[in-house]
């Protein structure tokens, strides 16, 4: 079978190509996606990336790609990305990343010429009736489904995870036991392919700066001054240079360029058990086809191992309503809801959270 394995230089993927290569049954080709910076000062992570991707494939005599989609991932994931900042909402790029780039764009250009492609996602895949699911991993703090939520059939059905069912310890320890280069390297964190970069300085060098007031809820006091609303989010507790908090961002005013603040741990405002959801995504069709009514579910509205218990319904076409068992901290308009079954383990799709 050949197998197109996408490959960043981080160890998972690493791992991914050394289980391939022993199960002794697959031609494998890798490729690394190159996203150059929007500035003019090199990308100097990728270099080091490449060069970690090409010890790999030396490693086991595999060719390695590297391909370019520059421009594709400025003018699709980053402009959603700034537009939905620039409107109030929190986007979620990684998302987005997934379905245009990784499995979008790559698919469609060199992709589609292999029986499969293979990633490092901590995800992992089941058939049932003959449909393919995509399903949560072993390691439920590293379970990356949530970033997958809005891939479509057609990608999912192209898609192997093949450390999806070890622990990421696992993976470290077979990384050290074949002694591969790249076994004591971090995990990547921070913006889908843009690394290490500072998201603030990011908006910054975007959106710009401008003065507005933080303002407490319950009072209307004026407490501060921000550098512009896109800075913040909905939950988001540090970073407000406030004193006396804890303070949790509850609410924000575009017009006004004005963010809302309450104090402490417990305070009712930055919680909430509605949730609204627009453009609902179900990845392999709606497994509630036909049936009205209330259906159980879990479900996350962040990256967190949490799954929360709640019941979806169907209000109006893609529009959907989770009402939660639980309170949930920081619903942020324009985040995604991901949708699970009530056993924490088939990921069904993702919705847009609104008002």
Request: hydrophobic share 35%.
């Amino acid at each position: 079978m050949n197998i197109a394995v996408l490959i960043s230089g981080g160890v998972d993927s690493a791992v991914v190509v050394h289980e391939l290569v022993q199960q002794a049954q697959h031609d494998l080709h890798l490729f690394y996606i190159r996203i150059g910076m929007d500035n003019d000062e090199g990308d100097c992570s990728a270099e080091e990336d490449i060069e970690m991707c090409n010890l790999i494939a030396h490693r086991y005599g595999l060719p390695l790609e590297v391909v370019s989609l520059h421009e594709e991932y400025w003018d699709n994931v980053m402009e959603y990305a700034l537009r939905t900042v620039k409107a109030g909402l929190t986007p979620n790029p990684d998302m987005m990343c997934n379905r245009m780039i990784k499995f979008g764009y790559f698919e469609q250009r060199w992709g589609k010429d292999f029986d499969l492609t293979a990633t490092g996602h901590y995800a992992t895949t089941c058939e049932i009736g003959g449909t393919k699911y995509l399903a949560t991993a072993v390691d439920p703090v590293k379970d990356q489904t949530d970033f997958l939520a809005q891939i479509t059939y057609d990608q999912l059905r192209h898609l192997i995870f093949p450390i999806g069912s070890m622990p990421k310890a696992r993976v470290r320890e077979i990384a050290q036991e074949v002694k591969l280069p790249n076994a004591s390297r971090k995990d990547s964190q921070g913006i889908c392919f843009l690394g290490q970069i500072d998201y603030n300085d990011f908006i910054r060098r975007h959106l710009g700066v401008k003065k507005g007031p933080i303002i407490e809820l319950e009072t209307g006091r004026k407490l501060g001054e921000h550098n512009g609303f896109w800075f913040h989010t909905i939950g988001q507790r540090k970073g407000l240079g406030l004193s006396g908090g804890p303070w949790y961002v509850v609410k924000k005013n575009v017009q006004d360029n004005a963010i809302y603040v309450s104090n402490g741990y417990g305070t009712s405002k930055q919680y909430g058990r509605i949730i609204n959801l627009d453009e609902m995504h179900f990845i392999s069709g709606n497994p509630w086809e036909g049936e009205d009514g209330k259906h159980e579910i879990t479900f996350k509205n962040r990256h967190t191992p949490h799954f929360a218990k709640g019941q979806l319904s169907q209000i109006d076409g893609n529009k959907w309503l989770i009402e939660s068992d639980e309170d949930i901290q920081g619903i942020a308009p324009g985040q995604f809801a991901v949708i699970y079954d009530k056993e924490q383990h088939l990921c069904y799709g993702s919705g847009v959270i609104t008002l």
